[in-house]
């Protein structure tokens, strides 16, 4: 089945830098879209960014001037680096990517397992 494999994450200080990787496997896939949302305890799920196929990049306001998210050359690997952080950005984050796979043969949403990232001194 597809997969979606995070890595990464971990406590920093504020000010600190963290980077976030997350690996798509499982069969034949097309990506429309891989991106990023993050959810803190009591809030909502909220988008951090994304990366369309065409490498077009879409950040939330307020992560916009601090993360940086790219893919690789194969297309199959997407990661979010975060400069600058703040005990805000305290959150688990997880990883989806919009995809079709040839497996299933339809075209959905796959998530990862979630990753945790910790801003505090």
């Known amino acids: 089945q597809v997969q979606l494999v995070e890595s990464g994450g971990g406590l920093v200080e504020p000010g600190g830098s963290l980077g976030l990787s997350c690996e798509v496997s499982?069969?034949?896939?097309?990506?429309?879209?891989m991106g990023w949302y993050r959810q803190a305890p009591g809030n909502q799920r909220e988008s951090v960014a994304k990366?369309?196929?065409?490498?077009?990049?879409i950040y939330a306001h307020s992560v916009e001037d601090r993360f940086t998210i790219s893919r690789n050359s194969a297309g199959n690997t997407v990661m979010l680096r975060m400069n600058r952080l703040k005990p805000e950005d305290t959150a688990a984050y997880y990883c989806?990517?919009?995809?079709?796979?040839?497996?299933?043969?339809?075209?959905?949403?796959?998530w990862g397992q979630g990753i945790q990232v910790t801003v505090s001194s």
């Open positions: 990366i369309t196929r065409s490498n077009k990049a």
């Open positions: 989806y990517a919009d995809l079709w796979s040839g497996l299933n043969r339809t075209r959905n949403d796959y």
């Open positions: 499982g069969g034949s896939f097309y990506i429309y879209e």
